[in-house]
């Protein structure tokens, strides 16, 4: 089939792997623009531009979709199909429509639960038992459109944001290949969404990083895996200064001091008390000014007093 395929970050890469190692002809690829990085501030591709240079593919970066001369571009390509994953732009309804088979979407939640920019994130986030990828064919409303097909996986108790992002960019690539193939045979399902399922998975900012202490352990222990790899979760309560918290786990252990109150500092990590009396212990962090690092290996330098 003649694909052209639409993504940018390195969740997308190995859906793009996948269609070429499959055997499809995808005959362009569009990716945002590159972009500053580093303290030279030079323009970095995104992966998605490195793997199709890689392969030989041509690379569009339009900095507008809605000006026509992107439709020009898919005009002259002439797919068959769009193949959509993580693009971060929303299409306008002339290249939606363009495609003898339509656009379809690679998404990294259970459609209708987490339309948006973050649903990685914010199953974590709300403590989700899983999640998983849903294909479904673009719509004009956000993530709104019919459901192709799903694969569901349980998340982890310690799973984090970007463990789970590499996960299931796997998991996407892998279930695309025999959507593609139902949908050029003409077998492929089509579920509309259910609009009373509907959730939303907003982008992520700086506001949510704030640990509240008050809060039962579980919880923290999700905003620190939910809020990686930014803006990550902060906390004051340790040295009395901003504190990013990058990797924590939940020992089991309770007690009957205020939230906030750090029981233990050593090898093990840091032991801080929370809402409901439970235990969290933070293992990876980040002072201010600081690499992150583990736990005990701050403590090395910065010994902290215990409750």
């Known amino acids: 089939m003649r694909i052209v395929f639409m993504g940018t970050p390195a969740f997308a890469v190995p859906s793009l ?9 995808v005959v362009g690829v569009f990716a945002q623009p590159d972009k500053p990085k580093g303290r ?12 199709a240079v890689a392969h030989g ?13 992107a439709l020009e571009q898919i005009r002259s390509l002439d797919p068959e199909l769009i193949v959509v994953a993580a693009y971060g732009r929303i299409l306008p309804d002339e290249i939606l429509h363009y495609p003898k088979f339509g656009c379809i979407n690679v998404h990294s939640s259970l459609l209708p639960r987490y339309r948006g920019a973050a649903p990685i994130n914010w199953a974590i986030l709300n403590g989700d038992a899983e999640t ?10 956000l993530d709104a459109g019919d459901i192709i097909a799903q694969v569901h996986t349980p998340i982890g108790p310690d799973e984090d944001a970007d463990a789970l992002y590499q996960r299931l960019a796997e998991m996407g690539g ?4 025999p959507t593609v193939a139902e949908i050029a045979a003409g077998t492929a399902g089509r579920t509309p969404q259910d609009p009373a399922q509907v959730t939303f998975a907003p982008m992520l900012s700086r506001e949510l990083s704030p640990v509240d202490w008050s ?3 579980q919880a923290i222990h999700d905003q620190v895996r939910g809020l990686l790899p930014w803006p990550a979760a902060v906390t004051e309560a340790i040295t009395g200064e901003p504190m990013k918290l990058f990797v924590t786990t ?3 252990e309770t007690a009957s001091a205020a939230p906030g109150t750090i029981l233990a500092a050593g090898k093990s ?7 409901d009396g439970k235990v969290l212990r933070i293992l990876e962090l980040q002072a201010a000014g600081k690499k992150r690092m583990k736990a005990a290996d701050y403590l090395r330098g910065h010994p902290l007093s215990v409750s």
């Not at 030279?40 to 793997?51: F, N, R």
């Open 132 to 141: 998983g990828v849903t294909i479904m064919y673009m719509a004009t409303e």
């Open 269 to 275: 990590g840091i032991d801080i008390v929370c809402g």
């Open 40 to 51: 030279g501030m030079k323009l970095q591709a995104p992966p998605v531009k490195e793997h």
């Open 17 to 25: 792997e996948k269609l070429i190692d499959a055997g499809h002809q």
């Open 57 to 69: 593919i041509p690379v569009f970066q339009p900095t507008k979709l809605r000006d026509g001369s």
């Open 215 to 217: 809060r039962p352990a």
């Open 250 to 252: 939940l020992p089991g």
């Open 174 to 177: 892998e279930l695309l290949i």
